[in-house]
């Protein structure tokens, strides 16, 4: 379900106190007009009533998108596999509802981030009907050409997007600083789901959090020894 709270926050600019609307759960289901609003950010801007000046407003918060059966935890990472623990049938009291998720046609995927721009590419992945773990590995291959060519100065991420026209990309950043933007090439995803097809779980029972400290652990056990930092 949607569940909300009013908050009083402080303006930056001008210290005017006005409302705002934390959410601690979004059900798109539910609420399909908080669908758009959390993709274009508006859902986390507090607009100050006496000076106009716009805040972004960090808080946690599990978004579920029961249509496409998914939900991310975005928040503190052990507070986040804790609530993900249970929603998997390992707390009593929802042991009945993980075992309706696991009888749907599609894979019932539950993720855990603690980065804004990680929740947001968990989105574009999930909207697109892909697995973020293969495309984990398609990043890593991007990180790794980068720095095999001589360009890596440490810090890069790479990102996966979806642009307004629908196409897909991978993002190469260094901070705030973007480094390159490559297309998406499927038939290279394709690829890497026929060689990792067999060895990866189902995706309803993979690790709640599969980010770049995963990809080099998963490469590093099967059979990839070089790791991009």
Known sequence: MTTKRTVQVTCPECHTQGEF??????????SPALKEKVRDGSLFQFVCPQCGAKTTVDYPFLYH????????????????RKALEMLRG????????????????????LRAVDDRLAFRE???IFDAGLDDRLIEIYKFMVLY????????QGGEQAYFYTDSKGHHHIQLVRGKQTLGIAGFVRRVYNEIHQAYDKTL???R?????????????????????????
């Open 21 to 30: 609307t934390v959410y601690k759960s979004i059900n798109t289901k539910e």
């Open 65 to 80: 998108q029961p249509e496409d059966c998914y939900m991310i935890n975005y928040g503190n990472l052990a507070d986040g």
């Open 90 to 109: 390992k707390g009593v009291a929802l042991k009945d509802w993980a075992k309706e998720m696991e009888k749907t046609t599609r894979p019932y995927v």
């Open 122 to 124: 968990k989105l574009f």
């Open 145 to 152: 050409q980068y720095a095999a060519a001589g360009k890596a």
């Open 201 to 203: 779980r189902d995706i």
């Open 205 to 229: 029972r993979s690790e709640p959090v599969i980010d770049k400290a995963w990809v080099q652990k998963f490469l590093q056990e099967h059979g990839q020894t070089e790791a991009t930092e």
